[in-house]
Nanobody, 125 residues
Framework: QLQASGGGLVQPGESLRLSCAVSGRAASDLGIAWFRQAPGKEREFVAVVRGSGRGTSYDRSVRGRFTISRDNAKNTVALQMNSLNPEDTAVYFC????????????????????WGQGTQVTVSS
């Protein structure tokens, strides 16, 4: 089970930190990603950290601004989001895929077995 939290309303240029809490199994065994879905748009890949923390991947729209990290002791994965802009406004979902695959495997939402409930991020002045 996945529980996403940390969303909110911020102004352009500000930061937010999302957290995905994993229960029922070790987060270190899972590739865990963040996806987002804006109104009227498809759910899109944002970032992923592979199982055992070996390797990360980011969509080009967030590369250099967002950082995904894993805390195995707390069984959580965080998404630090800096320099937010209105285009980042969306519901953010965390997702998990058992096993360890090439990073490109994790770009497709069809490859995820578990999904959290989503947390709203709104960037507006």
């Amino acid at each position: 089970q996945l529980q996403a939290s940390g969303g909110g309303l911020v102004q352009p240029g500000e930061s937010l930190r999302l957290s995905c809490a994993v229960s029922g199994r070790a987060a270190s065994d899972l590739g865990i990603a963040w996806f987002r879905q804006a109104p009227g748009k498809e759910r899109e890949f944002v970032a992923v950290v592979r199982g055992s923390g070996r390797g990360t991947s980011y969509d080009r729209s967030v590369r250099g601004r967002f950082t995904i990290s894993r805390d195995n002791a707390k069984n959580t994965v965080a998404l630090q989001m800096n320099s937010l802009n209105p285009e980042d406004t969306a519901v953010y979902f965390c997702a998990a895929a058992p096993g360890s695959f090439a990073l490109s495997y994790y770009w497709s939402r069809e490859n995820y077995e578990y999904w959290g409930q989503g947390t709203q991020v709104t960037v507006s002045s």
